[in-house]
């Protein structure tokens, strides 16, 4: 690929191509089988949102052996596998060092049929955009670190961060989309952007059609933002034309550096109805219609109230 696609493809044969991808996070909740599946979740999704089918994984751990009992490394392992094993994802081994702070991610492989790829790069003017999770876990996550989030809202984003992209993924195949892209760590706009720069188009954006987790809009306007979600939002505003009535807190959500994100998808406007159909039908965290692709070969944002 010589675009900024979520994971690598090689072609094998004319009707076999290779995907692959590497992730791994330090601890984003205090339970060890929790940040065990995110971290599996999150680097599975690269393969989902290249319309591939994972197969196989190596596992990544750095683990501070004299400072923790191993026993929580094997409850990290177990989240991974369990994570894995309902992907249909097989463990097949992997590497670990003794580090000062645990880290915990994989090495996935999976196949594609070549004419199956989907790509970041492939958006047209006029598709709808559609995403298929929630933002604000970077702001969250945050918040668990400073004791600021609410019990209720841990396990709202921990239900969304090891909720698999699978049934997104077979989604969007079987509406034909024209572009996929998961949001991670450049959070929406940033990942929005590799998809019209990379596309040659440009979007708009309705702030008000992204989902956003309950409490987030709150603990960001009391300042818990991540660093990088700043940085995020720094980068963003050299090709994102906001709409006056957006204050800085309602930016710093678009920007948020998202762990195990959603897709978003680019769909022609005759298959919209088919893929929020479909979304449903695979029961996504949240089906939104959040702006369209316009013909901007800058690859200029607008977000729009």
Do not use: C, W
């Not at 090689?10 to 692959?20: F, G, N, S, V």
């Not at 309902?86 to 580090?99: K, L, M, P, Q």
């Not at 706009?189 to 702030?207: D, F, N, P, Q, R």
Request: glycine letters at 10%; a negative charge; hydrophobic letters at 45%.
């Amino acid at each position: 690929m010589n675009t900024a696609d979520d994971a690598a493809v090689y072609q094998l044969t004319p009707e076999l191509a290779l995907a692959q991808t590497v992730d791994f996070l330090t601890p984003l909740v205090d339970d060890p089988y929790q940040y065990g599946q995110i971290a599996a979740t999150n680097a599975i999704s690269d393969i989902y949102a290249m319309g591939a089918t994972p197969l196989l994984a190596l596992n990544i751990v750095a683990f501070p052996t004299s400072a923790l009992p191993m026993a929580v490394l094997g409850e990290i392992l177990r989240g991974g596998a369990d994570t894995a094993r309902a992907a249909g994802v097989r463990v097949i081994g992997g590497h670990s060092i003794d580090d000062n702070e645990p880290k915990y991610g994989m090495a996935v492989t999976g196949l594609v049929h070549p004419d199956r790829i989907l790509r970041n790069s492939t958006a047209r003017p006029g598709d709808r955009l559609f995403l298929t999770k929630p933002l604000g876990m970077g702001i969250i996550s945050t918040a668990i670190k400073r004791d600021r989030a609410s019990p209720a809202l841990i396990e709202r984003a921990v239900a969304v961060m090891t909720t698999l992209n699978q049934g997104a993924a077979r989604a969007a195949l079987d509406a034909g989309v024209h572009a996929s892209t998961d949001v991670t760590g450049f959070g929406l706009l940033g990942h929005l952007h590799e998809m019209t720069a990379g596309s040659g188009v440009g979007a708009h954006i309705v702030y008000r059609q992204v989902p956003i987790l309950d409490e987030v809009l709150g603990l960001a306007r009391q300042g818990v933002v991540p660093g990088g979600s700043k940085r995020n939002l720094a980068y963003a505003e050299s090709f994102t034309t906001f709409d006056p009535a957006l204050d800085d807190t309602r930016r710093f959500i678009l920007a948020d550096a998202q762990t195990s994100g959603g897709l978003l998808l680019a769909v022609p406007p005759h298959a919209a109805d088919v893929l929020a159909r479909a979304l449903a039908d695979q029961q996504v965290p949240v089906v939104a219609e959040i702006g369209e692709i316009t013909a901007d070969a800058t690859g200029r944002i607008v977000v729009l109230p």
